[in-house]
DNA sequence: CTGTTAGCGCCTTCAG
DNA sequence: CTGAAGGCGCTAACAG
């Protein structure tokens, strides 16, 4: 048997009987033969990976979304090479100049912040398509997977109003993220359109990480006129603030109501428990992929935006009696 | 400029005066050069990539020993093709297999319970040194990283045996891992220390999810001589256990004590906040990388075991008075 | 179906 | 320091 139909019948192109082909597969068994990726990307001009970015990996969300990305890419016989951008600008950029190195075939992004301009060039010259989620690049990519931020705050803004809460502030995520972005357009209209004004220094702008909204709650309740009730945008921003209120002896939900977007798996057992916004991030993974997996395949041939619904889910730190469930 | 003495001024081979150099990377930099990684790969016969494999990226645990790995192999120039295993034996086999075709330079690897021919001949002829984390393929690999499991679980039995306790029971974890074997092996070392006979059926265990604890703790408690204590293998059975008592009304810590290996970021939040075994993820990842690093350069002779500090984290859900910080 | 051939883009001789 | 040449392992194209 020859080597062009060998390789034929291990790629299962062209058209072979089934003995021939079985027969090769058989051989290569045998020999335990171990095609080199490397060698088969340079020929092909396809790699079969693609780039994960995103700001940190360890958070449970991305840890998620990059679980569900990776089992769809696997499916469609894709590999994952991963890159943390520790929510640095530079550390993305090199991230995504790296994997145009590499010449993935596609990119998933979830961006800390990159204008048009620096995405182009670092990924000039790449014909990868890169599918945005949960922060984007605005008018670029192959398409973008969105959580609907705005319809997540406007359901914590609304629960805060029926407990009775006037004085509603916001531990807001980076503003150079559009989901941080996005949640506070969110908040001001949501606000706006219940004729509430937004008090001076209601709005907290914090990194996304526990401490930063520590300090920030802090300074919330710091203030002569404190909030009755805080909205945080995320997980750890949640958490933040319930460090916060422990360590100033303040207690939930009785002096202090607090929602957030994202609920934590650990939620429920929360004291008090978490009132917040869920969603499968686990999907949002996948979502990205599939587009992606489209894209690459050629089978998307415009821009197309998914956005993944979210729901509220009421516990005790907005002041909802206990039994829920 | 020589094509030759591009190549080498860019890869800083030879010996070249600092003019020349600089004016080649200056034209590189200007015509945007992107070296193809496949194609030095196929010549140099070493890709600067290495695997990691885990049985589930999205618990916290390994999500943070990747970011810790990823952190470390990035600033050595390696980068990290990621393949989770989903703590099933043909996945993981199938995932060893694909990275070496890849011609991974290592592979950073947390076993869901390979046996040592299944692991042989999975990278079959590849010569990638392998470090195992969390858990190990016994007699193989160029190193290994793992938790201090047996002071862990001492510290954790003589904790509530200083509480009082003497039904002490074990959610245990997957026995096909040696995390989840040493934990079980040191509670019964601890509790025979002691003198203390583990009664029929309290050892139980469970897959690595809250799910399987929450009925392991069910089935445990519905027992004719229920435990007093329950010691959690990790912080997803101390969960499962929480979800559990919580759904029979059980109140913890009066009712019941518990205590568990890993310490959560928010075991201080949780209600009641979790007495716990702590230690620092990100770091056996980080020590991972460093070996793996070692090995791949040639500098790792023989095999090395590391082992990571853990300690124990007392809160109240062992019957600790609130106030420990 | 068979064989042969040419190259993917890079690095490393080796002779100038 | 230059330039040419060979080859890493694989696949596609072509003529038998």
Redesign the interface.
């Known amino acids: 048997v020859s080597l062009s139909t060998a390789s034929r019948a291990l790629n299962g192109r062209g058209e072979l009987s089934a003995a021939t082909r079985s027969a090769v597969v058989e051989a290569a068994a045998a020999l335990?033969f171990?095609?080199?990726?490397?060698?088969r990307?340079?020929r092909m001009r396809t790699?079969f990976?693609v780039g994960?970015v995103v700001p940190?990996?360890?958070?449970?969300f991305y840890?998620?979304a990059?679980?569900g990305a990776?089992?769809r890419l696997?499916a469609a016989g894709y590999?994952?090479?991963?890159?943390?951008s520790a929510q640095e600008v530079a550390r993305e950029t090199a991230a995504l100049?790296?994997l145009?190195?590499?010449?993935v075939d596609g990119l998933l992004l979830a961006t800390t912040g990159l204008s048009a301009e620096a995405f182009d060039d670092a990924i000039?010259?790449s014909n990868a398509p890169c599918i945005f989620f949960d922060s984007i690049v605005a008018g670029r990519g192959a398409g973008a997977v969105e959580l609907d931020n705005h319809m997540g705050v406007e359901l914590l803004v609304d629960h805060l109003l029926g407990h009775g809460h006037r004085r509603i502030a916001l531990l807001a995520g980076s503003q150079t993220e559009t989901s941080g972005v996005e949640r506070r357009d969110a908040y001001r209209a949501a606000m706006a359109a219940h004729e509430l004004k937004v008090p001076l220094g209601y709005e907290r702008v914090c990194r996304w990480s526990s401490e930063s909204a520590r300090a920030a709650t802090h300074a919330l309740l710091d203030q002569a006129d404190p909030p009755t009730a805080i909205i945080a945008s995320s997980a750890e921003l949640a958490?933040g603030c319930?460090?916060a209120c422990?360590e100033r002896g303040v207690t939930l939900p009785d002096e202090l109501a607090l929602v957030g977007f994202d609920d934590?798996?650990?939620g429920?057992?929360?004291?008090?428990s978490l009132t917040a916004i869920g969603y499968i991030a686990?999907d949002v993974g996948e979502a990205a992929a599939s587009l992606l997996v489209e894209a690459m395949t050629g089978d998307l041939d415009e821009f197309r935006c998914v956005r993944v619904p979210v729901e509220l889910v009421r516990r005790r730190s907005c002041g909802c009696p206990e039994a829920q469930r």
């Open positions: 335990d171990r095609p080199s990726v490397p060698a990307s340079l790699t990976t994960f940190d990996v360890s958070s449970p840890a998620a990059l679980q990776q089992q696997e590999r994952v090479m991963l890159m943390d100049a790296t145009v190195n590499h010449r000039a010259r958490l319930l460090i422990r934590p798996y650990f429920d057992l929360l004291e008090p686990h």
